[in-house]
Protein backbone atom coordinates (compact mmCIF):
# COMPACT_ATOMS: atom_id res chain seq x y z
CA UNK A 1 0.00 0.00 0.00
CA UNK A 2 1.12 4.13 -1.05
CA UNK A 3 1.26 6.58 1.75
CA UNK A 4 1.72 9.55 1.90
CA UNK A 5 3.47 11.50 5.42
CA UNK A 6 2.11 15.27 5.19
CA UNK A 7 4.26 17.48 7.69
CA UNK A 8 2.47 20.38 8.93
CA UNK A 9 3.84 23.05 11.16
CA UNK A 10 3.87 27.31 11.35
CA UNK A 11 5.36 28.87 8.52
CA UNK A 12 7.12 31.10 11.57
CA UNK A 13 8.95 27.77 12.57
CA UNK A 14 11.54 28.67 10.15
CA UNK A 15 14.27 26.29 8.45
CA UNK A 16 15.03 23.18 9.96
CA UNK A 17 18.23 22.40 12.36
CA UNK A 18 21.31 20.96 9.73
CA UNK A 19 21.75 18.45 12.41
CA UNK A 20 17.66 17.24 11.78
CA UNK A 21 18.11 17.26 7.87
CA UNK A 22 21.13 14.42 7.95
CA UNK A 23 19.25 12.67 10.28
CA UNK A 24 16.27 12.55 7.94
CA UNK A 25 18.53 11.88 5.03
CA UNK A 26 19.91 8.58 7.34
CA UNK A 27 16.03 7.95 7.65
CA UNK A 28 15.56 8.02 4.13
CA UNK A 29 18.37 5.82 3.39
CA UNK A 30 17.39 3.41 5.45
CA UNK A 31 13.86 3.18 4.24
CA UNK A 32 15.60 2.13 1.15
CA UNK A 33 13.01 1.17 -1.64
CA UNK A 34 10.05 1.63 0.21
CA UNK A 35 10.73 5.06 0.03
CA UNK A 36 8.92 6.33 -3.69
CA UNK A 37 10.17 10.42 -3.11
CA UNK A 38 9.72 13.47 -0.46
CA UNK A 39 11.35 16.59 0.05
CA UNK A 40 11.10 19.80 1.82
CA UNK A 41 8.55 22.64 0.45
CA UNK A 42 10.01 26.20 -0.01
CA UNK A 43 7.90 29.23 1.83
CA UNK A 44 4.46 30.23 0.93
CA UNK A 45 5.94 33.78 -0.16
CA UNK A 46 7.39 31.48 -3.56
CA UNK A 47 4.02 29.97 -4.31
CA UNK A 48 0.74 30.26 -6.10
CA UNK A 49 -3.04 28.68 -5.11
CA UNK A 50 -5.04 27.87 -8.16
CA UNK A 51 -8.56 27.83 -7.34
CA UNK A 52 -11.60 26.86 -9.22
CA UNK A 53 -14.95 28.85 -7.76
CA UNK A 54 -18.23 29.58 -9.37
CA UNK A 55 -16.85 28.36 -12.41
CA UNK A 56 -13.67 30.66 -12.40
CA UNK A 57 -10.10 29.90 -12.18
CA UNK A 58 -8.21 32.23 -10.35
CA UNK A 59 -4.77 32.06 -9.32
CA UNK A 60 -4.00 34.01 -5.47
CA UNK A 61 0.13 34.40 -5.22
CA UNK A 62 1.62 33.93 -1.87
CA UNK A 63 2.40 34.41 0.98
CA UNK A 64 -1.06 32.70 1.98
CA UNK A 65 -1.32 35.30 5.42
CA UNK A 66 -4.39 33.36 6.48
CA UNK A 67 -3.35 29.72 6.86
CA UNK A 68 -1.92 28.88 10.68
CA UNK A 69 -0.17 25.96 9.37
CA UNK A 70 1.04 24.85 5.88
CA UNK A 71 2.64 21.88 4.63
CA UNK A 72 6.50 22.08 4.96
CA UNK A 73 7.31 18.62 3.76
CA UNK A 74 5.77 15.28 2.75
CA UNK A 75 7.25 12.36 1.76
CA UNK A 76 5.63 8.91 -0.01
CA UNK A 77 6.35 5.18 0.98
CA UNK A 78 5.32 1.89 0.02
CA UNK A 79 4.29 0.16 3.11
CA UNK A 80 2.51 -2.93 4.37
CA UNK A 81 0.21 -1.67 6.28
CA UNK A 82 -1.26 1.72 8.21
CA UNK A 83 0.31 0.93 11.43
CA UNK A 84 4.04 0.25 9.95
CA UNK A 85 3.21 3.80 8.13
CA UNK A 86 2.16 5.14 11.76
CA UNK A 87 5.22 3.72 13.48
CA UNK A 88 7.60 5.45 11.07
CA UNK A 89 5.99 9.14 10.79
CA UNK A 90 6.24 8.22 14.54
CA UNK A 91 9.99 8.26 14.72
CA UNK A 92 10.35 10.84 11.76
CA UNK A 93 8.55 12.57 14.95
CA UNK A 94 11.06 11.79 17.56
CA UNK A 95 13.93 12.82 15.43
CA UNK A 96 12.47 16.42 15.42
CA UNK A 97 11.68 16.26 19.21
CA UNK A 98 15.20 15.54 19.60
CA UNK A 99 17.33 17.98 16.96
CA UNK A 100 14.88 20.88 16.97
CA UNK A 101 13.48 21.59 20.34
CA UNK A 102 10.57 23.56 20.67
CA UNK A 103 9.41 22.82 17.48
CA UNK A 104 5.91 22.12 17.32
CA UNK A 105 3.72 20.51 14.15
CA UNK A 106 2.10 17.39 13.11
CA UNK A 107 2.46 14.51 10.50
CA UNK A 108 -0.40 13.46 8.67
CA UNK A 109 -0.66 9.52 7.34
CA UNK A 110 -2.80 9.19 3.83
CA UNK A 111 -3.64 6.32 2.28
CA UNK A 112 -2.91 6.66 -1.50
CA UNK A 113 -4.50 5.43 -3.84
CA UNK A 114 -4.33 5.46 -7.97
CA UNK A 115 -6.43 5.09 -10.91
CA UNK A 116 -6.19 1.37 -10.47
CA UNK A 117 -7.68 1.33 -7.24
CA UNK A 118 -11.24 2.93 -7.95
CA UNK A 119 -13.75 0.82 -9.98
CA UNK A 120 -15.99 2.30 -12.54
CA UNK A 121 -19.60 2.52 -12.41
CA UNK A 122 -21.40 1.00 -15.13
CA UNK A 123 -24.44 3.39 -15.92
Known amino acids: ?21 EEIDKLGKEAGDKMIGGGGLGPTALGAR ?19 EIIGGYA ?4 KSKEEAVKSAVRFMELHKKYWPG ?10 FGPEDFTRCKP
Open 1 to 21: MKFMMIVKSSEKSGYPPQALM
Open 50 to 68: VRLSGGKVAVIDGPFTEAK
Open 76 to 79: QFEL
Open 103 to 112: WEGETEVRQM
